[in-house]
C-alpha cells in the first residue's frame, strides 16, 4: 500500500516556519507582509478558499485583507482597484480569485497585477522567468507538488515525470520545476494518444486535467509517486438525496496499491496551496524592501 503524502501536515510545518519569518520581518521593518486578495461575485466555492486564505494569513501573522466585490463591477473599476493595490507600499501580494464574471478579461486583469506583487505567479513575466529558469514567484500549486517531492524523499534527476493537463496554473510550471531537478518531463493532455500508456512510463505522475477520477491502476507504473492536483465534486447518493463528495483526479483506492507514494484528495495539494501562497507573500515582500 502507497504511503500518504499528508498535505495537511506538511502544510502546518511550513506554516510554522513561515510564522517564525514573519515574526523576524515585522521586527525588522515595523510591519507585518500585507496580503490582499479581490474576490467578484458570489460564487460560493471562491468564497470559501478566500476565507481559507484571509485566516491562514493572519494565523502566521500576516496583513490579510480582502476585497468583496459585486457580480456586476465593471471590469474598469476592477482594474482601477488593482492599479491602488500596486502603489500601495503595505501591499506585498495580491490575488485576484478566479474565476471571473464573464464580462471581465482574466488576461487583462491578471496582466495588471505588478508582477512584483503576483502571488499566484501567473503574471507573464512571472512565467516568463520560470521558464528560462529563473524563477521568481511561483504559482502556488506547483511549489507544493514539489514540497511533497521533497518530502518524500524523491530524488527527481534521472526520472521520468508525466504532468497530464497543460494548464498555465498548474501543468505549464509544474513541468518546468521537474525539468529544473533534472527529471525528463512530458506533458500530457486529453487528445494524447494512448494516455494510459504514457502514464505508465512515469516515476512520478502529477495528475492536473480536472477530470474526476479518470486515472486508474491501469496508468500507474507500480512504484510509481502520484501527486493528484484535482479537486472535483461529483453526486454522491450513498450519503443521501442531493449530497456530493470531493474527489481528485486518481481513482485513489486502486491507485493506491500499485503507488509508492500518493496525495489523498482532499488534504493532499489543497493545504499545500494555500501555505505556498503565504510563502509567496512574505518573498514577494522580502524582495520589495531587499529583504
Avoid at 520581518?25 to 468564497?47: E, N, T
Avoid at 494569513?57 to 459585486?70: D, N, Y
Wanted: overall charge neutral.
Amino acid at each position: 500500500m502507497a504511503e500518504i503524502l499528508d498535505g495537511k501536515r506538511v502544510a502546518e510545518t511550513l506554516r510554522g516556519e513561515l510564522k517564525d519569518r514573519v515574526a523576524s520581518f515585522v521586527s525588522k521593518r515595523g510591519r507585518a507582509p500585507g496580503l490582499d486578495v479581490v474576490i467578484v461575485g458570489d460564487d460560493p466555492a471562491s468564497h470559501v478558499y478566500v476565507r481559507a486564505k484571509e485566516k491562514a494569513s493572519t494565523e502566521v501573522g500576516m496583513r490579510g485583507r480582502v476585497h468583496r466585490l459585486a457580480v456586476d463591477t465593471t471590469e474598469l473599476a476592477l482594474l482601477t482597484l488593482l492599479e491602488t493595490l500596486n502603489a500601495d507600499d503595505a501591499v506585498d501580494g495580491i490575488l485576484v480569485q478566479l474565476p471571473l464574471p464573464k464580462h471581465i478579461d482574466e488576461t487583462k486583469v491578471l496582466d495588471t497585477i505588478s508582477p512584483w506583487k503576483d502571488v499566484d505567479g501567473f503574471h507573464p513575466e512571472n512565467a516568463g522567468l520560470l521558464a528560462v529558469g529563473r524563477p521568481r514567484l511561483v504559482p502556488c500549486t506547483p511549489m507544493g507538488c514539489m514540497r511533497l517531492l521533497e518530502v518524500a524523499k524523491v530524488s527527481l534527476a534521472g526520472l521520468r515525470a508525466v504532468v497530464v493537463g497543460r494548464s498555465n496554473i498548474v501543468g505549464k510550471p509544474v513541468a518546468q520545476l521537474l525539468l529544473a531537478q533534472h527529471a525528463t518531463v512530458t506533458i500530457a493532455h486529453s487528445r494524447t494518444k494512448d494516455l494510459a500508456a504514457v502514464c505508465r512510463e512515469a516515476d512520478v505522475l502529477v495528475a492536473a486535467v480536472g477530470r474526476a477520477e479518470m486515472i486508474g491502476a491501469d496508468f500507474v507504473k507500480e512504484g510509481a509517486v502520484v501527486l493528484d492536483v484535482g479537486i472535483n465534486r461529483i453526486d454522491a447518493p450513498e450519503l443521501g438525496a442531493g449530497k456530493t463528495r470531493l474527489v481528485g483526479d486518481v481513482r485513489f483506492d486502486e491507485v493506491a496499491k500499485v503507488a509508492r507514494a500518493i496525495t489523498p484528495v482532499p488534504g493532499g495539494l489543497g493545504p499545500m496551496t494555500i501555505a505556498c501562497l503565504l510563502a509567496n507573500t512574505l518573498h514577494a515582500a522580502e524582495l520589495r524592501v531587499g529583504r
